[in-house]
């Protein structure tokens, strides 16, 4: 007879199929985690790289595009607010000057000091900053301070350019058209003329640090300059409003949120893979251990199997025959792959006693007396006696008792009844009796296809569970199990 079952889930050696479940659900998250952790690493490295770009990116920048609010000037990383200082010194009148000759040099000015505030509002230092302040009007510059100033000068026709620290000069450094009184240099300008304001390091003008709530950080400059124009009130303001900036951000990438959460979110992903990778390493060995010592068993009950099968060569074959029909039939009934395989093994061990039976008996051709069916019928107990102590497989020693109980109760040993039969019993009594009708024995010769689905019908409730008898005959009407052959 040929069992054409469809999956045999004991071929697995010490296969679990919900550690294998496991296993595939762990080395899937375990892609995902390394996934995530490359993705992650790769932002990482990216954004730290752009943050070195940025750094090294040279920022321009002028007043033109910015907003104008309550006399500041509001640009992207930072505000910048020129005013009259005022006060009773911020404004002052100047008498009309002559030259040697008696002509007039100027008429009477007001002289006025001007502070410029910038003051950082980015989340970076501001370094190597520069201004460029474009003169909107004829006027004279005085002085200026902290840095130092690069004069673009018209006044003498042609342009003139020169750096001067206007708090510290002689007279022979000055190559710009100017002139000197009491007050110092006076430099004229025309309207488009220009300085570029280079700060002081010593005075703390660069770099310029974050602003950061109760910690006192230098995050703003505060330039100031002296200018002189004619004919106006001590009052006048003039409009400074066109000026450009040019600057470099330096940013920490550790003081960056966006950076600091790329680095925790890389912690836990490589601590999330290292303990998926450690967890699949355990599994493992414990499935090679599991598949090694399942495999231990499987030798040595096969070889247990054929020490009872050389015994009586007219039956060899026979248990795993009968094994593989329970097997079927507890896949079919819905049992797991864990369990069918261990109905498997316990269906494979089912007349283990009959180790103790003599061969003669079992190989008798003719009736059996009373005295030896006695003794064939003392195979369950012996079997239950030998695998009492077995309990690698759970419910073996039970499969071996009661396999020959009837579900009329007129079985052996202990003449159970129904559902007080162990199911696992009741599934190999079904599936011992396919196989004996099924097979030439000494003492007759095997029944044909039809003979043996009448006697399972004709004893469903009898001798056998009739559940477990429509599992069979179901089997059989699809092929799996084929009579017969």
């Known amino acids: 007879m040929?069992?054409?079952?469809?999956?045999?889930?004991?071929?697995?050696?010490?296969?679990?199929?919900?550690?294998?479940?496991?296993?595939?659900?762990?080395?899937?998250?375990?892609?995902?985690f390394g996934t995530a952790l490359v993705v992650t690493l790769l932002l990482l490295v990216s954004y730290y790289m752009w943050i070195r770009y940025d750094n090294q990116k040279l920022h321009k920048v002028s007043l033109s595009e910015t907003t104008f609010s309550d006399g500041v000037y509001t640009l992207d990383d930072f505000t910048v607010k020129i005013a009259p200082r005022g006060g009773d010194s911020g404004a002052w009148n100047k008498d009309p000057i002559l030259d040697e000759t008696g002509s007039v040099l100027h008429n009477q000015m007001v002289g006025t000091i001007y502070e410029l505030t910038l003051t950082n509002t980015s989340g970076a230092r501001i370094t190597d900053w520069t201004m460029e302040l474009f003169i909107p009007e004829h006027l004279w510059l005085n002085n200026a301070w902290?840095?130092?100033?690069?004069?673009?000068?018209?006044?003498?026709?042609?342009?003139?350019?020169?750096?001067?620290?206007?708090?510290?000069?002689?007279?022979?450094?000055?190559?710009?058209?100017?002139?000197?009184?009491?007050?110092?240099?006076?430099?004229?300008?025309?309207?488009?003329?220009?300085?570029?304001?280079?700060?002081?390091?010593?005075?703390?003008?660069?770099?310029?640090?974050?602003?950061?709530?109760?910690?006192?950080?230098?995050?703003?400059?505060?330039?100031?300059?002296?200018?002189?124009?004619?004919?106006?009130?001590l009052d006048y303001c003039i409009d400074f409003g066109t000026a450009s900036f040019s600057y470099h951000l330096e940013r920490n990438p550790l003081t960056s949120p966006i950076f600091i959460i790329l680095i925790v979110f890389s912690a836990i992903w490589l601590i999330l893979l290292t303990a998926m990778i450690i967890s699949q390493i355990r599994i493992k060995t414990l499935l090679r251990q599991q598949q090694h010592d399942a495999k231990i068993i499987e030798q040595s009950i096969n070889t247990f199997?054929?020490?009872?099968?050389?015994?009586?060569?007219?039956?060899?074959?026979?248990?795993?025959?009968?094994?593989?029909?329970?097997?079927?039939?507890?896949?079919?009934?819905?049992?797991?792959?864990?369990?069918?395989?261990?109905?498997?093994?316990?269906?494979?061990?089912?007349?283990?006693?009959?180790?103790?039976?003599?061969?003669?008996?079992?190989?008798?051709?003719?009736?059996?007396?009373?005295?030896?069916?006695?003794?064939?019928?003392?195979?369950?107990?012996?079997?239950?006696?030998?695998?009492?102590?077995?309990?690698?497989?759970?419910?073996?020693?039970?499969?071996?008792?009661?396999?020959?109980?009837?579900?009329?109760?007129?079985g052996y040993p202990r003449g159970l009844s129904g559902e007080d039969i162990p199911k696992i019993a009741r599934i190999i009594c079904v599936a011992d009796s396919l196989d004996a009708m099924n097979s030439c024995r000494c003492y007759r010769p095997k029944m044909t296809p039809e003979e043996i689905i009448e006697e399972l019908v004709a004893n469903k409730g009898k001798q056998f569970d009739p559940d477990v008898v429509d599992c069979v005959l179901k089997l059989i009407n699809q092929n799996i199990i084929t009579l017969g052959e």
């Open 146 to 233: 902290c840095g130092t100033l690069e004069f673009q000068q018209t006044t003498s026709g042609e342009l003139l350019v020169q750096e001067l620290d206007l708090r510290e000069f002689t007279t022979k450094e000055i190559t710009l058209d100017h002139y000197i009184d009491h007050t110092g240099p006076m430099i004229p300008m025309n309207p488009g003329d220009s300085f570029i304001y280079h700060p002081s390091k010593a005075d703390n003008e660069m770099p310029l640090d974050t602003k950061k709530q109760n910690v006192e950080t230098n995050y703003f400059a505060l330039v100031g300059f002296i200018v002189y124009v004619e004919g106006q009130p």
């Open 305 to 410: 199997i054929n020490f009872i099968e050389a015994k009586d060569p007219n039956t060899k074959g026979h248990s795993e025959r009968v094994a593989k029909i329970s097997y079927a039939m507890a896949n079919d009934m819905g049992y797991s792959p864990r369990e069918c395989n261990r109905i498997y093994y316990i269906a494979l061990m089912h007349d283990c006693g009959k180790i103790s039976i003599p061969a003669t008996i079992l190989r008798k051709p003719g009736k059996l007396t009373d005295e030896e069916y006695e003794i064939i019928k003392s195979h369950t107990t012996y079997g239950e006696k030998m695998l009492r102590d077995f309990t690698s497989i759970n419910g073996i020693d039970l499969g071996v008792l009661y396999h020959h109980e009837r579900y009329d109760g007129g």
């Open 2 to 32: 040929v069992y054409n079952v469809i999956r045999y889930y004991y071929k697995q050696i010490g296969g679990d199929e919900s550690v294998m479940k496991k296993i595939r659900k762990e080395s899937l998250i375990t892609v995902i």
